[in-house]
């Protein structure tokens, strides 16, 4: 393994957890359909929360506006079923090893406030990671600016891109990453990802 940085990708990587699915989808089935509907499924708006071009209390109010539920309550289950998403430990003990044997380690992520707010400091992400970019904390996606944000993870680490590698679960960053230099993987598994690493 020739890398001295590998930054991973979180959603659909580190994690493949869902908002609400834990806390609303026992009492609130009818709500958790309507939020995958018509939040989930607009790309766009996805794509302004994760920009934090709209936040999540915007999102949430939204959400009760059109189902029903009480603000507060769909607040409070939301916040929670954040908090309930799992990492893949299997994945974090291999990053664990990777920084154990010298090498930097960082996470750039196209994700919402939440993320910042609660994810990285429930798991500790900041204390394991040598760098974490949230594309809602810098108001751009990692693909665009020419994938800038991957630029602001390596000059914060002092690495340069030729010798870093970029795990994602998407090909067209992986092609924009590859494009800019540096290399990546295309993850779908961890044994994969293994064999690719030689570990």
């Known amino acids: 393994m020739n890398y001295q940085t590998i930054l991973f990708d979180f959603d659909g990587v580190l994690c493949k957890g869902r908002f609400y ?16 509907l018509n939040i989930f499924k607009d790309k766009e708006l996805v794509r302004r929360w994760m920009r934090n071009q709209i936040d999540s209390i915007e999102i949430n109010k939204l959400i009760s506006q059109n189902t029903g539920i009480e603000y507060e309550i769909l607040k409070k289950l939301y916040k929670e079923s954040v908090r309930n998403i799992k990492l893949d430990d299997k994945l974090v003990g291999l990053a664990k090893s990777i920084k154990l044997s010298g090498k930097k380690i960082g996470i750039v992520t196209d994700n919402m406030d939440i993320f910042t707010q609660i994810t990285v400091p429930n798991h500790r992400l900041n204390v394991l990671f040598d760098v974490i970019i949230n594309s809602a904390d810098y108001g751009r996606l990692k693909n665009e600016d020419n994938g800038k944000s991957f630029d602001v993870a390596l000059s914060d680490l002092g690495e340069k891109i030729e010798s870093s590698l970029m795990i994602d679960d998407s090909e067209s960053t992986i092609e924009l990453y590859k494009k800019k230099g540096g290399h990546g993987f295309v993850y779908k598994n961890i044994e994969e990802l293994k064999s690719f690493l030689r570990v």
């Open 21 to 36: 699915e834990k806390t609303l989808l026992p009492d609130y089935p009818e709500v958790y359909d309507w939020i995958q």
